[in-house]
């Protein structure tokens, strides 16, 4: 496993490490189960995941963490030629997406710029790279002005690097918030000589750790600010058609021609999302389901 890994540096270096790990753990209760050390990986199917999924019930898991193991998994049998041996998620009795709880309510939270403005400068640009483009938490705190707008006038470039999955992006800048707020990191960063919003001499976790901390400190909501950023862009790109956890309606009460529209405008929000090519189940459960 870990010559495959050497070999296949897939996603983010958190990806990779996160990926390594879950791998690990499955090896080890394989190993638990009776598996040999000499066992060879390229056996792996359908028996040897359902006795781990077996353990996993046992632990009493959630279907999330059991999909998240099983995709690591998936990727592994993918990189020993076994991928089709390997049950999907429904064949193992993992929910879908769509029936975990509060799937179809609305977790978008309001923007409080009173509060915002309250915060240090550091964790106020933070901040609001997280609320007006919709950034993780990490992908604002490793932003660089520099690196995001070095290529075009009408986007940022976020780095594989920065990102979930490893997967760079473009989002396209369209309001005058979002070019102030681009000047005022430029200024910030270009003043501090620094090349991101984590401070000399900290880590990416420890600076995480610290904004969390601030974050609490005045009430400034989470990945809620995310939810509310695909809102507001859908209805831009939709050209005013409300996303369903809006209060939009419902996608079988539109129009043909209607329909089309928020199709394109669902496929540009996962896109600038950031999420997996086709994977507007997730999206959706920022913006509403069709």
Not at 266 to 282: C, P, T
């Amino acid at each position: 496993m870990k010559q495959i890994m050497k070999y296949n540096r897939d996603g983010s270096p958190d990806r990779q490490k996160s990926r390594f790990n879950n791998l690990n753990r499955c090896i080890k209760q394989l190993h638990n189960r009776g598996y040999g050390k000499r066992w060879d990986i390229h056996r792996l199917g359908k028996k040897e995941v359902n006795r781990l999924v077996d353990d996993w019930r046992v632990e009493n898991l959630s279907h999330r963490t059991i999909a998240n193991r099983m995709a690591d998994i998936r990727w592994l049998a993918d990189k020993v030629g076994k991928l089709n041996e390997i049950p999907s998620n429904k064949d193992i009795g993992c929910g879908l997406r769509k029936n975990n709880p509060n799937y179809g309510t609305s977790k978008a939270k309001p923007i409080n710029y009173k509060h915002i403005n309250q915060l240090p400068q550091r964790e106020k640009l933070v901040t609001l790279l997280r609320s007006e483009f919709g950034l993780r938490t990490e992908e604002a705190c490793k932003f660089s002005y520099a690196y995001a707008t070095r290529m075009e006038d009408d986007y940022i470039a976020l780095k594989g690097s920065w990102c979930k999955g490893g997967r760079p992006r473009k989002i396209a800048i369209v309001t005058e918030k979002q070019k102030t707020l681009l000047q005022m990191v430029s200024t910030f960063q270009r003043q501090n000589n620094e090349k991101s919003m984590i401070p000399k001499g900290k880590t990416f976790k420890s600076y995480y750790r610290h904004y969390n901390l601030i974050r609490f400190d005045h009430n400034i909501a989470g990945h809620g600010l995310r939810h509310t950023w695909a809102q507001n862009r859908f209805q831009l790109l939709s050209g005013g058609i409300k996303a369903p956890h809006a209060g939009g309606p419902d996608f079988c009460d539109l129009s043909v021609k209607e329909q089309r529209i928020w199709n394109r405008a669902a496929s540009i929000v996962n896109q600038e999302l950031g999420h997996g090519k086709n994977r507007l189940d997730i999206t959706s459960t920022y913006i509403g389901a069709k």
